[in-house]
């Protein structure tokens, strides 16, 4: 089966610029996170939706960051302004289960962004 | 606050040698700890994971430890080979939410 895409794979902007992550999750997949890896430290879960609805944004910075999985299927992230500290890996996940742990995730390979 | 601690930040092992990693959780609520691999430009892969109703969880070279009352686990890896270089992350959830909390991670290192 296809994995979990993510486009771009790089991206960088200067702060207070805006940047969009894209994500497509195995078919099928009815849960999606977006987790933010900064350098040295491990995933920090932003955001999870169950199809098209939120399950947990409780660690979302809402004042500059937003997402959206419009149709239960592929979801944007979005950073506007973007601040120096948003440098980081953006990591999108998928799974077929929201309720079992042990059905895990499946990772993309990320977007890297640099914010200068 | 840090959900999971994790240790060492990096770790040098020679070829053959045992790579050990240890990971400390408080929220007792926790009850599904898996242990992920993450190589250079690629997301983090489920490597093995372990339930607290048994001490320990061996697949090929791999091993978790698990001490509940003590609240930690540690991934033992044996044989270590340099194709195991790469950065391991543990995690832990509650067994009914597929949503995990990650520890900082360990960058192992197996020379040749």
């Known amino acids: 089966e296809a994995g979990v895409a993510q486009s771009p794979r790089y991206k960088i902007i200067e702060k207070r610029q805006s940047v969009a992550f894209w994500c497509n999750p195995i078919?099928?997949?009815?849960?999606l996170y977006w987790y933010q890896q900064i350098l040295g430290q491990g995933p920090k879960l932003l955001i999870q939706f169950q199809n098209n609805g939120v399950v947990d944004d409780s660690q979302l910075p809402k004042d500059r960051f937003s997402a959206e999985r419009l149709k239960g299927v592929d979801s944007t992230l979005k950073i506007q302004p973007a601040k120096l500290e948003d440098s980081a890996v953006y990591l999108c996940?998928?799974?077929?289960?929201?309720?079992?742990?042990?059905?895990?995730?499946?990772f993309g390979s990320g977007t890297r962004l640099t914010v200068v | 606050q840090q959900q999971v601690k994790q240790s060492p930040q990096s770790l040098i092992v020679q070829k053959g040698g045992i790579s050990i990693i240890n990971c400390a959780y408080e929220n007792t609520a926790f009850d599904y700890f898996p242990w992920y691999q993450q190589f250079p430009g690629k997301g983090p892969a489920l490597l093995i994971a372990i339930r607290p109703d048994v001490s320990e969880k061996k697949e090929g070279r791999f091993t978790i430890s698990f001490n509940k009352s003590a609240k930690q686990f540690s991934l033992h890896i044996m044989d270590s080979q340099p194709g195991d270089s790469a950065t391991y992350f543990c995690a832990a959830s509650r067994y009914n939410f597929n949503k995990f909390y990650f520890g900082s991670g360990t960058k192992l290192n197996v020379k040749p």
């Open positions: 996940a998928s799974s077929s289960r929201a309720d079992r742990a042990d059905y895990g995730y499946t």
């Open positions: 078919s099928g997949h009815a849960t």
